[in-house]
């Protein structure tokens, strides 16, 4: 099995969630009084809404808690019918535990259509007896008022430097391995805040076994191609003073080498909808470049220059 950090670290307890400390004394608090009203978790991906669910699905019900527990996710292509039937299934079934009350965690709920939030909120009523909702989603705006006004809204907020670090430290030890505050310091950069993208880098990196700033920068431009495509895009559309400052940034911040970059920029450039022709001379210029650096250009001179070949490019066609 593959053993995949986010999962293996995955909070159990409501005390494991970092950094959300008032929405956990609030849930702690519907806990103590065994019950619960229905709730909105908003906020960015990664900061532990799910986790937070399942965490207090287990403080409520214990080792019997997936019995007591449906996740559905409303941007299910199937529709809401299927997620209406869905639900119905788990709630007519009675609850097997002393609360009375089973869980039914939505994700993505800001993805569903007004009209199917309207004809989900006749469900939540339905079954108000025997289920509780949560629904994730990244805006509470996106949801109808009605649902809005039946739901305690909770906030969650992109992770702090330090809960975030903390709980990363914590991590390398139990696994095994060394990481220095300049590594961590990337990572909690590239993250956003985002405790799922910070740990899956994490994990990617200590694989590679060369635990260091640059490498980070690095292998999180591969999960994320934005800024390779920024660089094409800008330098394209003859933004050359913002694609050298990105590309500043890469090598000077990220610690990206020339080849680095080009690498990058070539795999993000065979999925850009750009003109065909300017593709292929775009290609043409990152081997040649490629080449030059190899050869002992330096990267500065070597790297201005294709953003300038390709601003050309950009220019050449209309
Ligand atoms: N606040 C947190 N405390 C501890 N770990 C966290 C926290 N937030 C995220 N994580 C880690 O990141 C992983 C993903 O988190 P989770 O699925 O709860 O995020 P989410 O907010 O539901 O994201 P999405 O909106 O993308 O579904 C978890 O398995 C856990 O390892």
New binding site residues.
């Given amino acids: 099995m593959i053993n995949i950090w986010?999962?293996k670290?995955?909070?159990k307890r409501l005390d494991?969630?970092?950094?959300?400390d008032e929405n956990i004394n609030t849930l702690k608090s519907f806990v103590k009084n065994g019950d619960l009203p229905h709730l909105i978790f908003a906020?960015p991906?990664?900061?532990?809404?799910?986790?937070?669910a399942i965490a207090l699905t287990i403080e409520l019900f214990g080792d019997d808690w997936k019995e007591n527990f449906l996740e559905l996710n409303a941007s299910d292509e199937r529709g809401i019918d299927i997620i209406r039937n869905n639900i119905k299934d788990f709630a007519k079934i009675r609850p097997s535990n002393k609360l009375g009350f089973k869980i039914i965690f939505l994700?993505e709920a800001d993805q569903l259509t007004n009209e199917a939030q309207a004809a989900l909120r006749r469900t939540m009523e339905m079954f108000y007896s025997t289920t509780r909702f949560i629904f994730?989603c990244?805006y509470s705006s996106k949801i109808i008022p009605p649902i809005q006004s039946r739901c305690v809204v909770l906030r969650?907020r992109p992770?702090d430097k330090e809960a975030m670090e903390r709980?990363l430290r914590e991590i390398a030890k139990n696994e095994k391995f060394d990481i220095d505050d300049d590594s961590l310091d990337a990572i909690y950069e590239i993250s956003d805040g985002d405790?799922?993208k910070a740990?899956n880098v994490m994990q990617a990196i200590q694989s590679t076994g060369e635990i260091k700033p640059s490498k980070i920068y690095e292998i999180s431009g591969e999960i994320n191609k934005n800024e390779y495509k920024n660089l094409i895009s800008l330098s394209l559309n003859g933004a050359f003073s913002d694609a050298k400052s990105l590309l500043d940034k890469m090598l000077v911040d990220y610690g990206l080498s020339g080849i680095d970059i080009i690498r990058g920029m070539h795999s993000a450039i065979r999925n850009e909808r750009i003109a065909n022709r300017q593709k292929l001379e775009i290609l043409i210029a990152l081997a040649e470049f490629e080449f030059r650096i190899s050869q002992g250009g330096s990267d500065n001179v070597q790297m201005d220059a294709l953003l300038a070949r390709i601003s050309y490019i950009g220019s050449e066609i209309t």
């Fill in positions: 986010t999962e670290y995955r909070p494991d969630v970092i950094g959300e906020g991906a990664g900061t532990g809404k799910t986790s937070t994700d994730s990244n969650f992770l709980k405790m799922r740990i």
